[in-house]
């Protein structure tokens, strides 16, 4: 019987669940109410009926005294056929002191009545001379017992399915706000639409669950945007000319980016994406300038190759005018906005061969650049000072006009293969080529505030 209870609960819901447990526990509950009252009020009726005839019995006893003191049979059923009623009192039998009945009075047959029979004794001045037997209907106790029982039986019956029903659908309310809770964790682990939970929680676990489960969207939501933005910042490559591996002597500027990660922890996502955006712009048009590409590099850096596709014999001044322009462009928006001084750059300009690879992404053919050129331009980015330019010796040999820059002595490096690199710190450009920079920076930051 436990075992068939239990299968069946287990096809059913958890709002019919509990909707049937309180259906059944308000009606067991009113089964028990209705038979204690029903028994109270039986027991109160039958109790009052009989005291009420008792009193009529002794009220009779007193005027059958004198008929039954002088045997007068006549008078003695005159009187008890005016007393019985056939509704309370329904027979009466007057007997004298010898148990013979001298009056008799009322129904006959009393097979469909419930009877309380009553004595009560005659007497004369303290003597007993006869008693009277009396049978009391105590059917309308028992019916109007009967009738409130059943009245309080359909009223818990009524109760028990009303409260049954209001059970099941708050329950179904309630499984239909789970629901919404179990589909955001399922969009949270499968990846699916990330959506918070706007609707109004029906309790305190309720509100905290959805407090929780939104604080886990937003926080994927935050990862999602912050990721885009990168993916933005660090923009895809141009297309290659190219589908098999190629070697290519090109200038390099490495910008190593610090303070990302603090950033992104005080930032919103759409603030930081527009942050990020702002300086994927300021990156594209210096590039753009001088005939750069963008290129991701692992971590926080940034890559921008000169001469590829197609060479110029001016890519290692390119890389270095780009470099200048990019610090004089960070420098005037970081003057106007606190937040972005948290960003520092510190920058990398090297020369040598690139291993150009070209990759298929989204159905089109893209290239990567990798090599040890690559690697050796992060590695000195990781050298460099904040806001400062580390140039390496192989680029300086690239330069046709070396001689009019102004250099500090940088530091001696080891390169992977244990070789000594001298650097140079960049510390002016020609006179021309500041003024040409000055120029472009305050074009483009007027450019921008137009827009």
Not at 12 to 21: I, V
Not at 225 to 249: E, G
């Amino acid at each position: 019987m436990g075992r068939s209870a239990v299968k069946i609960s287990q096809r059913l819901t958890t709002s019919q669940q509990w909707g049937a447990f309180i259906a059944l526990a308000i009606l067991f509950t009113g089964l028990t109410f209705s038979y204690l009252v029903t028994s109270q009020l039986r027991q109160q009726l039958l109790i009052q009926q009989q005291q009420l005839a008792t009193s009529l019995v002794k009220d009779a006893s007193i005027l059958l005294r004198a008929s039954l003191s002088q045997d007068d049979r006549i008078s003695a059923n005159v009187i008890l056929q005016d007393w019985v009623d056939q509704e309370l009192i329904l027979s009466a039998t007057l007997y004298n002191s010898t148990q013979q009945p001298i009056a008799e009075q009322g129904l006959i047959e009393l097979g469909g009545y419930d009877i309380f029979w009553l004595n009560q004794a005659v007497t004369d001045e303290e003597q007993l001379i006869g008693h009277l037997r009396v049978a009391i209907n105590m059917s309308q106790a028992y019916d109007i017992s009967q009738r409130n029982a059943v009245l309080l039986m359909l009223s818990s019956l009524m109760l028990s399915v009303i409260s049954g029903l209001l059970a099941y659908f708050w329950g179904e309310r309630l499984l239909r706000a789970n629901q919404q809770q179990l589909q955001a964790l399922d969009n949270l682990y499968n990846q699916g639409s990330l959506k918070t939970i706007d609707d109004s929680a029906h309790s305190q676990n309720d509100q905290a669950l959805n407090n929780a489960i939104n604080g886990l969207v937003r926080q994927k939501q935050q990862k999602i945007a912050v990721k885009k933005s990168f993916d933005n910042f660090m923009a895809s490559p141009t297309l290659s000319k190219s589908s098999s591996l190629t070697y290519h002597h090109s200038a390099l500027l490495f910008i190593e980016i610090q303070g990302l990660k603090e950033l992104q922890q005080q930032l919103t996502a759409t603030k930081l994406s527009d942050t990020l955006n702002g300086y994927h712009q300021l990156l594209s048009q210096a590039a753009k300038l001088y005939n750069g590409t963008v290129d991701r590099y692992m971590g926080d850096g940034i890559l921008i190759i000169f001469g590829y596709p197609d060479k110029d014999p001016r890519d290692a001044s390119h890389c270095l005018y780009a470099a200048q322009l990019f610090l004089g462009l960070v420098e005037e928006l970081q003057r106007t906005d606190q937040q972005l001084q948290q960003l520092n750059f510190k920058l990398s300009a090297h020369w040598g061969p690139v291993l150009i690879a070209p990759l298929e992404m989204n159905q089109q053919l893209q290239f990567s650049l990798i090599g040890d050129t690559v690697h050796w331009t992060a590695q000195l980015a990781m050298q460099s000072k904040e806001m400062q330019l580390l140039v390496s010796q192989d680029l300086v040999d690239q330069l046709s006009d070396a001689e009019q820059i102004l250099w500090q002595p940088g530091p001696s490096l080891m390169d992977l293969n244990a070789s000594e690199h001298e650097t140079r710190w960049l510390d002016a450009l020609p006179d021309n080529a500041e003024k040409l920079i000055d120029r472009q920076v305050k074009h483009i930051m007027a450019m921008k505030e137009k827009a």
